[in-house]
């Protein structure tokens, strides 16, 4: 009867139908689970033990648990020998900063260091002085339909970023024409720099041209004297043109404003 049974139990049959089938054959139910307690002891390769389906999906879940356990654990340990070796040998008064924080008196202007709050490194910029504005040959006599062409110029200036002005005239004696960026703010090879469209309104009796130009990017400004613009009229009729400057801004890199003194 036990071959019999480990023959069935090879065979993938269940345990219930072996059982009910030897009741049917008239064997005593003591000897039945006694028989199929021994049978079941002895394994028995073959298609019982083979593990498909769901059964293999779980396997292959349980593997990948495992996986992820072992990664969290290396992980978890690096965390540790860090913490260990690094912030718990800090002293209880010493900062923790991170690399590269600017340390005022190593030499180096850099992060939120200022002339103000660490000269040593960062030395105090040239102020602007004596900073000036105006127009080249701002008067002259002109003729019925000639061109004529008057330079804005700025002097001892540093840092410029950016700058805007009206550009005042008469509009019985002139008609605009252009206006033209100078070289003085696009120089040292810079050409990022965008000028407003020129804009023309009137005051009273006099007419005026707004310009405004200003550097892009992290360029810096610059220093020195220069032609800001070049704007050019049109004689409407003969006579002495006049013109003017007013409303004019100066900017440096960071913004601020840089005052005129004439």
Same mark, same amino acid.
């Given at each position: 009867?036990?071959?019999?049974?480990?023959?069935?139990?090879?065979?993938?049959?269940?345990?219930?139908?072996?059982?009910?089938?030897?009741? +049917?054959?008239?064997?005593?139910?003591?000897?039945?689970?006694?028989?199929?307690?021994?049978?079941?002891?002895?394994?028995?390769?073959?298609?019982?033990?083979?593990?498909?389906?769901?059964?293999?999906?779980?396997?292959?879940?349980?593997?990948?648990?495992?996986?992820?356990?072992?990664? %969290?654990?290396?992980?978890?340990?690096?965390?540790?020998?860090?913490?260990?070796?690094?912030?718990?040998?800090?002293?209880?008064?010493?900062?923790?900063?991170?690399?590269?924080?600017?340390?005022?008196?190593?030499?180096?202007?850099?992060?939120?260091?200022?002339?103000?709050?660490?000269?040593?490194?960062?030395?105090?910029?040239?102020?602007?002085?004596?900073?000036?504005?105006?127009?080249?040959?701002?008067?002259?006599?002109?003729?019925?339909?000639?061109?004529?062409?008057?330079?804005?110029?700025?002097?001892?200036?540093? +840092?410029?970023?950016?700058?805007?002005?009206?550009?005042?005239?008469?509009? %019985?004696?002139?008609?605009?024409?252009?206006?033209?960026?100078? =070289?003085?703010? +696009?120089?040292?090879?810079?050409?990022?720099?965008?000028?407003?469209?020129?804009?023309?309104?009137?005051?009273? =009796?006099? +007419?005026?041209?707004?310009?405004?130009?200003?550097?892009?990017?992290?360029?810096?400004?610059?220093?020195?004297?220069?032609?800001?613009?070049?704007?050019?009229?049109?004689?409407?009729?003969?006579?002495?043109?006049? =013109?003017?400057?007013?409303?004019?801004?100066?900017?440096?890199?960071?913004?601020?404003?840089?005052?005129?003194?004439?």
């Amino acid at each position: 009867m036990v071959s019999y049974v480990k023959s069935c139990l090879h065979d993938g049959l269940p345990v219930s139908k072996i059982r009910a089938e030897l009741r +049917n054959a008239g064997w005593p139910k003591k000897d039945i689970e006694e028989t199929i307690a021994s049978a079941s002891s002895i394994p028995s390769p073959g298609p019982a033990q083979k593990k498909t389906g769901p059964q293999s999906e779980k396997a292959s879940k349980k593997k990948l648990y495992a996986g992820v356990i072992i990664l %969290i654990l290396v992980v978890g340990a690096g965390t540790y020998y860090f913490i260990s070796n690094y912030l718990f040998s800090l002293s209880p008064n010493q900062p923790v900063k991170p690399p590269g924080e600017p340390v005022c008196g190593d030499g180096n202007c850099t992060g939120d260091e200022t002339s103000e709050v660490c000269p040593s490194d960062c030395p105090a910029l040239p102020v602007n002085q004596n900073v000036t504005v105006r127009i080249s040959q701002s008067s002259r006599t002109v003729s019925s339909g000639d061109a004529v062409n008057f330079d804005v110029e700025i002097n001892s200036v540093y +840092n410029l970023y950016g700058y805007q002005f009206d550009f005042e005239y008469d509009p %019985i004696i002139l008609q605009f024409s252009k206006a033209t960026e100078g =070289t003085f703010l +696009n120089k040292n090879g810079q050409e990022s720099t965008f000028c407003i469209d020129p804009k023309v309104s009137s005051r009273g =009796t006099v +007419n005026y041209v707004t310009i405004a130009c200003t550097r892009l990017g992290a360029i810096g400004g610059v220093d020195g004297s220069g032609r800001l613009e070049s704007v050019a009229f049109t004689a409407a009729s003969s006579g002495a043109a006049e =013109t003017g400057l007013s409303n004019v801004k100066l900017v440096d890199s960071s913004t601020k404003r840089i005052i005129l003194t004439g």
